[in-house]
């Protein structure tokens, strides 16, 4: 399957998932009794970027 196939497929089962999520709000992406920690965001942004950036090709 072609690249861009791959894409449009994953688009339309994205789409579904939001479809899904706005018919049934009491599945929530959000729970009420979670507490997300701001002081440990820069933590995650830096553990990705450092991730990201090993996997690209030296150059």
């Given at each position: 399957?072609a690249?861009?196939?791959r894409?449009?497929?994953?688009?339309?089962?994205?789409?579904?998932?939001?479809?899904?999520?706005?018919?049934?709000?009491?599945?929530?992406?959000?729970?009420?009794?979670?507490?997300?920690?701001?002081?440990?965001?820069?933590?995650?942004?830096s553990?990705?970027?450092?991730?990201?950036?090993?996997?690209?090709?030296?150059?």
């Amino acid at each position: 399957m072609a690249a861009i196939n791959r894409i449009a497929a994953f688009a339309e089962d994205m789409t579904a998932g939001r479809r899904h999520l706005h018919r049934h709000p009491e599945l929530g992406l959000h729970h009420p009794g979670f507490e997300f920690n701001d002081r440990v965001a820069p933590v995650g942004a830096s553990f990705f970027a450092r991730l990201v950036e090993r996997a690209q090709p030296p150059g």
